[in-house]
Structures are given as structure tokens and as C-alpha cells.
């Protein structure tokens, strides 16, 4: 383990696969923020899912593990659609910082996760 500090890292985790019904898969996202308080936005469609959300750790290494569990870790508690990962993203703060200054990242939302259909 290294003795590094937690850092706080911007993830954005893509998964998709075969269409399920829009209502089934909005339902399984709302019981996701509930089960995962700290999400910023999740977008979605009947075929796929992109999530956003900050994560604390020590290496890019170990908050890309973090994130690409996320999905099945959660996809019986949320009952969400059997999916695959199919794009991962993890900025440090300050490279998240940048692109949001020029306008090519989305600024975070304060308060609960935004659900919403792409």
C-alpha cells in the first residue's frame, strides 16, 4: 500500500448491451443513487447508462478498480440490467477542473443525483 494521500478523482463509467425497458432501466438508476448517494449525473437509454461521480483514492490504478466494479456491485441490490463497461474516464480534479473551465465537462450538481434520459 502506498503512502500517498487519498485523492479525489472524476470518474465517468459507460455501460451497455441489450435494450430493456426505458421505465425498468430508470427505475434500477433511481434505487443506484439511492444505494450510492454521492453520484453527480446519470444519463441514460434503453441500451446504455453513463455515470458520473467523484471517487477517493490513493491512485488513478485504484479508482479505476472502484469504477469498474461499480456496476456489478450494484446490479442485483439496484436491479439494473445485466450491462457491460464499455468506457471508463478517471481525471484528477485539477484536469477536470480545466475542462470544465473550457467548457467541454459538464460542472458538477450540487445536491441529488441528476437522472435524466440522454
Do not use: K, N
Not at 42 to 59: F, H, K, L, P
Not at 100 to 114: K, M, R, S
Request: net charge negative; glycine share 4%.
Amino acid at each position: 500500500m502506498s503512502s500517498e494521500e487519498p485523492r479525489m478523482w472524476h470518474i465517468t463509467v459507460t455501460v451497455a448491451g441489450e435494450p430493456h425497458d426505458v421505465a425498468e432501466v430508470q427505475a434500477g438508476l433511481e434505487r443506484l443513487t439511492e444505494e450510492r448517494p454521492f453520484l453527480l449525473t446519470v444519463r441514460y437509454r434503453a441500451d446504455r447508462v453513463e455515470v458520473r461521480y467523484w471517487e477517493q483514492a490513493t491512485t488513478i490504478l485504484d479508482a479505476a478498480s472502484l469504477a469498474l466494479r461499480l456496476w456489478t456491485e450494484h446490479r442485483d441490490s439496484a436491479r439494473l440490467p445485466r450491462w457491460e463497461v464499455i468506457g471508463l474516464e478517471v481525471l484528477d480534479r485539477e484536469t477536470f477542473a480545466m475542462r470544465v473551465d473550457e467548457g467541454t465537462a459538464p460542472p458538477p450538481v450540487a445536491g441529488a443525483a441528476d437522472v435524466r434520459p440522454y
